[in-house]
């Protein structure tokens, strides 16, 4: 492999990505909790939102590359396998169990030095709820009804202090989400939930910073510093030396992308070497816009040319594409965003509105109604129902 930077344009940029992000294949995970847990581990993570126009989008997520998806085979991994847990990567995400050494220095770090709004609770309080909790089982905040209310501090906050406590406890590893009833969370001890005797041990700084390399390389195919780090920004200085040396050994090469030369990006020398997968022609994946394809924004802007707008909390008047709207993918080409809603009650998915950024033809929309309607299924499937 030369020592030279390789140049590659951004259409071969663009097809390294989607074949590492799995999305040139059918089915590449197969069916059932196994393959939510071999996409996570081969993802890294999937992120968790609240937002419910459509199906949420972890659920979203794992659907568009595990086409038989239930929702019914996530609360399996995580609650009868423990495959995956609850944690947070650059959002709270589903995370695989074999990577928890790797998230333990952040418990860690909150369990000594917490931050001003956990170093005020009371630990009397706080280590009472551990031992009900271990007592009584698994408890949600739903379950905590015994206690004086008090103003919320923000939007989002709970009238109910336990809510603090049972997030201190789920950031510094002493709980963990045992299962889910839609979004109502119900927290364990993390080691009664794993049947762990000794926990992981945690990753050293160095490790962790090769663990963050290793999964962009699995999930990415080319890399940059930044979508290296993203969401872990203070570690690009311990990410970087390995990359360095990866080039000297010749395991990865420096990549420059046509358009995005300004970005040093990073392949394996092998990935550049293989040809992956063949884009299917007129292949169709409405996308969430939390996933691993879109979250980051520039990176999404500098190899796809796309600039997604993500405008749920952005006023009715400013919206250009919609409160929540979805890149459509055909081939290795994001042709549109398609504002959803789904009409629960009705029994129908609404498009509140379709933004073409490419010119509009006859075969490439009925390629994306036909997806639409698959995506319509998915979304009124009954396990997908609320109770």
């Known amino acids: 492999m030369p020592s030279t930077p390789v140049e590659i344009s951004a259409s071969r940029a663009r097809h390294l990505w989607l074949a590492a992000q799995r999305l040139l294949e059918p089915a590449p995970f197969g069916a059932g909790p196994e393959a939510v847990a071999r996409a996570t581990q081969h993802l890294g993570y999937v992120q968790i939102d609240t937002i419910n126009v459509i199906e949420r989008s972890h659920h979203h997520i794992l659907q568009t590359r595990i086409p038989d998806y239930s929702r019914a085979d996530l609360a399996a991994a995580q609650s009868v396998d423990k495959s995956v847990f609850e944690y947070w990567a650059h959002a709270l995400a589903y995370i695989p169990t074999a990577d928890y050494r790797y998230f ?19 630990r009397r309080d706080y280590n009472a709820l551990l031992r009900r909790i271990g007592e009584e089982g698994a408890l949600s905040i739903r379950d905590i009804d015994d206690e004086v209310l008090v103003e919320k501090e923000h939007l989002w906050a709970s009238r109910k202090p336990s809510k603090r406590l049972l997030n201190f406890g789920f950031y510094n590893g002493d709980l963990t989400i045992s299962r889910r009833d839609g979004m109502l969370k119900a927290y364990e001890l993390t080691d009664r939930h794993f049947g762990w005797e000794r926990r992981p041990r945690p990753a050293t700084p160095g490790q962790v910073a090769d663990y963050l390399l290793n999964r962009a390389l699995r999930s990415q195919g ?166």
């Open 222 to 387: 080319v890399v940059s510093l930044d979508s290296i780090c993203y969401g872990n920004l203070g570690l690009k200085a311990q990410v970087l030396p390995l990359i360095e040396k990866a080039v000297r050994a010749r395991r990865l090469a420096q990549v420059i992308i046509t358009g995005a030369e300004k970005v040093p990006h990073w392949a394996e020398a092998a990935v550049l070497e293989s040809a992956p997968p063949p884009v299917p022609a007129g292949q169709v994946h409405i996308l969430s816009p939390f996933d691993p394809l879109v979250i980051q924004r520039k990176r999404l802007e500098a190899i796809f040319g796309y600039v997604h707008r993500f405008e749920a909390y952005v006023p009715a008047a400013k919206r250009v594409l919609g409160y929540f709207a979805l890149p459509v993918l055909v081939g290795d080409e994001i042709v549109a965003a398609l504002d959803l809603k789904t009409d629960r009650q009705a029994g129908r998915l609404l498009v509140q509105r379709w933004t073409w950024m490419v010119p509009e033809g006859p075969d490439l929309k009925a390629a994306i109604e036909e997806a639409l309607g698959r995506f319509q299924r998915f979304q009124l499937a009954p396990s997908l129902l609320p109770a």
């Open 104 to 122: 333990a220095p952040d418990m860690r770090q909150m369990r000594d030095n917490p931050p001003a709004n956990y170093a005020a609770i009371n």
